[in-house]
Every structure is written in C-alpha cells, then in structure tokens.
C-alpha cells in the first residue's frame, strides 16, 4: 500500500521566554492510501499538532514530512501551497463557516477568492452539498443551521478540490451523539465510496476503533494501538 504522508522524527517546540516547551519529540507515522487512520492521546499531548505540520499548516522544528515520497522541506513554498491546495482537505471541530454567507457561499468561497470561474464553483459547490446531505440548506447561512448541518457544509468545503486525502481535527467534538454518528458515517462513506484518505485526531477511543489504524500520541511520540 503506498503512502500518501510520511513523518519521520518530526520535532515540534516552542519558546516561552527563556523555556522551550517540546511538544513533539521524535514522531515516526505513516498514511497510508485508502486507509483511515485515528490519532488519539490526551489534551495538550499535540494531536492537532502533528495534524497542521502534516497538513502543511505548520512547519516542523526538526525531521522531515514527505507527501508522496516528496520531501516538503525540499520543496519550495509554492510547491507546498500546491500539495496543499489540490491534494488535502482540512475538516475542523469549530467549521470556520463566514457567517454572512450561504452554505453555497461558504463552500464556493476558497476557490472564488482564487479567481475560478463562479458558474463553475457554484455548480460543484451545489454538487457537493447534494452529496452531504444539504440540498435543501445550501441557501441558509451558518447561524441557520444545526451543528451537524455545518460540519457537514465544513466538509463539502474540504471536498471541493477533489482532494486524496482529508485531515480531521475532532469533527464531532461539538456534536451530540446522534449528529456525530451521523457525521462520522459521511467521513467512512467518502472513505469506502470515493476512497478518500481520512485522517482523524479525536478523545473518543470507540470512534479510534472504528478506524483502519490507531496511533496514540504519549511523550511527544506515536504509539500504534492497533
């Protein structure tokens, strides 16, 4: 099975003062292609982290990310932002809508603001929210709709690119149990359906388990759990 992200001994510090708090201390970890992998491990540990600096959001202190077999810290800043762009989608606990505009608005937004054509955004922005279940919302702004009907927008709005791989940071954290079943089901289904590439950080072990794989951070490193 190929790999889509690898990490190997990534470091992540911070100064504070005259302290230098570590955070990542040596992080080994692949995605591998189809696979949904599970991150886990106490708040503070840097789960979300480790998910930025593989998402290219953030750059490590030492060691290297590859994507593809493609060393990012060999790769110029316009290169990354390419990866970035075409090849991952960001799904996030707190959605990030605008809230002045449409579920439409939000999801043709990034790629508007890149000068794409807006007839073409808006068709595969209403394509998009068909596919998650929001054909009859899309017109509604964010403080119109549920919790769940938002993170479900928030995920249409990763998927707009056609990315191969999707980065999750506690997509239920905000959810009651019935909307985070119903969330997690669209994640496995763009999984199974579409073979997305899903990488999920979150404190619930049940949905960890459900994952192809589980890595639990400890002492700056990861740990498979199974």
């Not at 106490?42 to 593989?54: C, Q």
């Not at 790769?75 to 439409?104: C, D, K, M």
């Not at 929210?129 to 995920?155: C, D, F, N, W, Y």
Request: aromatic share 6%.
């Amino acid at each position: 099975m190929s790999k889509v992200i690898e990490c190997r001994g990534v470091t992540k510090s911070y100064h504070d003062g005259t302290r230098e708090l570590s955070i990542l201390r040596g992080v080994d970890l692949e995605v591998h292609e189809g696979e949904i992998l599970a991150i886990s491990g106490p708040s503070g540990v840097g789960k979300s982290t480790l998910l930025h600096i593989m998402g290219t959001l953030d750059k490590p202190s030492g060691g290297e990310v590859f994507f593809r077999d493609k060393a990012l810290t060999k790769t110029s800043w316009a290169g990354v932002n390419e990866i970035r762009n075409r090849e991952i989608g960001f799904v996030f606990q707190f959605y990030h809508l605008l809230p002045e505009f449409s579920a439409l608005e939000n999801v043709m937004m990034p790629a508007v603001c890149k000068g794409a054509p807006r007839a073409a955004c808006r068709q595969r922005a209403e394509e998009l929210l068909g596919k998650v279940g929001l054909a009859e919302r899309m017109t509604h702004k964010p403080g119109q709709l549920s919790g769940g009907e938002q993170q479900r927008a928030a995920i249409a709005r990763a998927l707009f690119n056609g990315p191969s791989v999707v980065l999750s940071d506690e997509p239920t954290g905000n959810l009651d149990e019935n909307t985070s079943s119903s969330i997690l089901e669209l994640l496995w289904s763009l999984n199974t359906r579409d073979g997305v590439t899903l990488v999920i950080v979150t404190h619930d072990e049940q949905l960890a388990a459900r994952a192809h794989r589980w890595v639990h951070l400890h002492a700056g490193k990861a740990f498979p759990k199974k």
